[in-house]
């Protein structure tokens, strides 16, 4: 299937690792020209040899910005003033118990998962709806319907992209832009195995036994049952930025293999 991507030009922020480069990729492998966003230019600079050696036609350049802060977007969008695709990719996760997370780490996550996104829309929207096309997504998370206990603070901002997302793409109205959510569930990126290494570690456990565990009793609504790969949700994504899924809009797209139990 063409997804008709060509010469698109499209920014994924956090893209140096994990999902980010995942979606990057898919996106260049479709002919998207593509800006990868990591905070450091070496890492940057690592991300853009990777995928060029993967996928030697691509188009792709890199912008080194901390999108945690104002300063850092407006950074950003100096360099790439204009896109028709947006994936606000970035976020962050840590497990801390509720009682010992102070003021300065909630705010902090709701800077980095949600002010990021809603400082880069605030910018390329407008733009968009001038040309009558464009692709926002927000990469939420099941957490953002299933709040989880050991990481409330991040539930929190995976909900409120979900509210950004439909609240944008209400502004939308009669246009050709579009404004979507995805939420992927436990996928295998380097922070996420690293997460479960620890835990292995302390446990006793072989990696795979502490996968299998994550799915028998930290996610047992799973139907899926193993970690999903990178490249499982950068396909969604690819197909949500593309010209195919026009009446896909507002809405919150699940790519988490089944955990949360619900009908819609
Ligand atoms: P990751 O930690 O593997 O990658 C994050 C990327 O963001 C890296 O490229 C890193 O350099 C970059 N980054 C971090 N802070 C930055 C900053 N301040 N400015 C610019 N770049 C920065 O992340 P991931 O696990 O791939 O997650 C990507 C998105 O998917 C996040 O929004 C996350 O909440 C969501 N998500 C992940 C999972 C999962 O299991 N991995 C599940 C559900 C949702």
């Keep these: 299937m063409d997804l008709q991507l060509n010469a698109k030009r499209a920014l994924v922020t956090g893209s140096t690792a994990g999902i980010g480069f995942a979606i990057a990729s898919a996106l260049a492998a479709e002919g998207a020209h593509v800006i990868l966003n990591g905070r450091t230019q070496p890492r940057v600079?690592?991300?853009?040899?990777?995928?060029?050696?993967a996928c030697p036609q691509a188009a792709v350049r890199g912008i080194a910005a901390d999108l945690s802060t104002a300063t850092g977007v407006a950074q950003l969008l100096a360099a790439c003033p204009e896109v028709d695709v947006l994936v606000n990719n970035l976020g962050i996760f840590a497990s801390v118990p509720f009682e010992a997370i102070d003021d300065s780490e909630w705010f902090r996550f709701f800077e980095v998962n949600v002010m990021s996104g809603v400082r880069l829309a605030r910018h390329y929207l407008p733009q968009m709806k001038t040309r009558d096309w464009g692709r926002i997504i927000f990469i939420s998370s099941e957490s953002g319907v299933c709040p989880p206990a050991e990481m409330v603070h991040y539930g929190m901002t995976k909900s409120a992209q979900l509210s950004v997302s439909r609240g944008l793409a209400e502004t939308c109205a009669g246009t050709r832009v579009t404004v979507n959510a995805l939420l992927p569930g436990p996928t295998r990126t380097e922070g996420v195995a690293e997460y479960l290494d620890d835990l292995a570690k302390q446990k006793n456990l072989s990696f795979t036994e502490m996968e299998q565990q994550l799915f028998s009793s930290a996610r047992p609504t799973s139907?899926?049952?193993?970690?999903i790969e990178p490249a499982e949700i950068a396909s969604t994504v690819a197909y949500l930025c593309s010209p195919l899924s026009a009446a896909t809009n507002g809405a919150a797209i699940h790519a988490e293999g089944g955990v949360v139990r619900s009908l819609i």
């Design 45 to 53: 600079d690592d991300a853009l040899a990777r995928l060029r050696a």
């Design 223 to 227: 139907i899926l049952k193993r970690l």
